[in-house]
T-cell receptor, first 112, second 114 residues
Framework: SQQGEEDPQALSIQEGENATMNCSYK?????LQWYRQNSGRGLVHLIL?????REKHSGRLRVTLDTSKKSSSLLITASRAADTASYFC????????????FGQGTTLQVKP | DTEVTQTPKHLVMGMTNKKSLKCEQH?????MYWYKQKAKKPPELMFV???????INESVPSRFSPECPNSSLLNLHLHALQPEDSALYLC?????????????FGPGTRLTVL
């Protein structure tokens, strides 16, 4: 069953603006990951944050994790048209089954 | 080589056909996955192979039959599919010893069942 929920479902911004996406989950996790998917293509791993971390940066990406609220956010700063894609959060649970539970995804459109 | 490859890119098949999807990785990963993805939806896990053994089958219909011939290859055999099986099929791999379950995805096979 899918346990991750993301909002907004869709986001449209101008180039240069920041984009923020949120993810909520239901059970305890080892880590939370964010993936990007360009239309009709495979997913690309962006960033991973472990359950004992609160914030992580990678280039223009900033991820936060609040395990007390079971939520995470992904911030993309100074967005570019090439950032147009779907973004999924995925949680790796503590039961170590090897399964990732994906959120429903946020579709981001960055207008030039 | 940090790439997962999948063939074919596109596949059109009738409901009586038998076909196979192939996936290959040369990263030394020992876990491989099949996902099904419908438009505007997240990937749905179908099967997980860990150290070449099937470890998870998410109650997938028997018309889908996975096979892991060796640690680099993963196949999905298709038989008597239904039109609702049309979707993007994604393969992924990960290294169980990493402890993170970070997965590397292939570009997918776009399957259309007529």
């Amino acid at each position: 069953s899918q346990q991750g929920e993301e909002d907004p479902q869709a986001l449209s911004i101008q180039e240069g603006e920041n984009a923020t996406m949120n993810c909520s989950y239901k059970t305890s996790i080892n880590n939370l990951q964010w993936y990007r998917q360009n239309s009709g293509r495979g997913l690309v791993h962006l960033i991973l944050i472990r359950s004992n971390e609160r914030e992580k940066h990678s280039g223009r990406l900033r991820v936060t994790l609040d395990t007390s609220k079971k939520s995470s956010s992904l911030l993309i700063t100074a967005s570019r048209a090439a950032d147009t894609a779907s973004y999924f959060c995925a949680t790796d649970g503590i039961s170590n089954t090897g399964k990732l539970i994906f959120g429903q995804g946020t579709t981001l459109q960055v207008k030039p | 080589d940090t790439e997962v490859t999948q063939t074919p890119k596109h596949l059109v098949m009738g409901m009586t056909n038998k076909k196979s999807l192939k996936c290959e990785q040369h990263m030394g990963h020992r876990a491989m996955y099949w996902y099904k993805q419908k438009a505007k939806k997240p990937p749905e896990l179908m099967f997980v192979y860990s150290y070449e053994k099937l470890s998870i089958n998410e109650s997938v219909p028997s018309r889908f039959s996975p096979e892991c011939p060796n640690s680099s290859l993963l196949n999905l055999h298709l038989h008597a599919l239904q039109p609702e099986d049309s979707a993007l099929y994604l393969c992924a791999s990960s290294q169980p010893s990493s402890g993170t379950n970070e997965q590397f995805f292939g570009p997918g096979t776009r399957l259309t069942v007529l």
